[in-house]
């Protein structure tokens, strides 16, 4: 049998991949780019948004944390944790985003109205919550991946 306790070791967290900076610049000129189109549409602004929150994410998780063994509850709780800074970050980068975007064109109508920009920073709660809850499922659909028979017999 093996040891059911919540302190038995079970994930080694990866560490940070070179590669990772190659996307941060390929993020960055996106950005930059998107930001000098005329575009209104809010699905672009949230895909960055998320993709940078994503990012943000990993870069901090693999730089303070990568390469450390974790236990089954650390995973959970620190999963959790995460994808509610990912959900939370999506709405408040969206934001700055938008905020930013507005300010560089200065036209008469804003490209982005500011109730708008405000609907964006009134979901946070919301998707912090969804995020959370999808980073429970995917740390336990990893638990449940990396599990031997042996962890099911009761």
């Known amino acids: 049998m093996i040891d059911h306790t919540p302190d038995t070791p079970v994930y080694a967290l990866p560490t940070r991949d070179r590669r990772i900076r190659w996307i941060v610049i390929l993020a960055a000129a996106g950005v930059f780019f ?8 809010v699905l672009p602004v949230m895909l960055f948004a998320a993709g940078l929150a994503l990012l943000s994410a990993y870069m ?3 730089g303070r944390f990568g390469g450390r063994t974790v236990t089954r509850f650390t995973l ?5 944790l995460v994808g509610a800074g990912v959900g939370a970050g999506t709405a408040l980068i969206a934001a700055l985003l938008m905020i930013w975007k507005t300010g560089m064109h200065a036209h008469p109508f804003p490209d982005y109205p500011t109730g708008l920009i405000l609907d964006m920073l009134r979901r946070a709660p919301i998707w912090s919550l ?3 809850l999808v980073g429970l499922a995917l740390a336990l659909l990893k638990h449940k991946q990396s599990a031997t028979p042996q962890d099911f017999e009761v």
């Open 60 to 62: 901090s998780v693999t």
């Open 34 to 41: 998107w930001l000098s189109l005329e575009d209104t549409n």
């Open 130 to 132: 969804a995020g959370a």
């Open 76 to 80: 959970l709780i620190g999963a959790a």
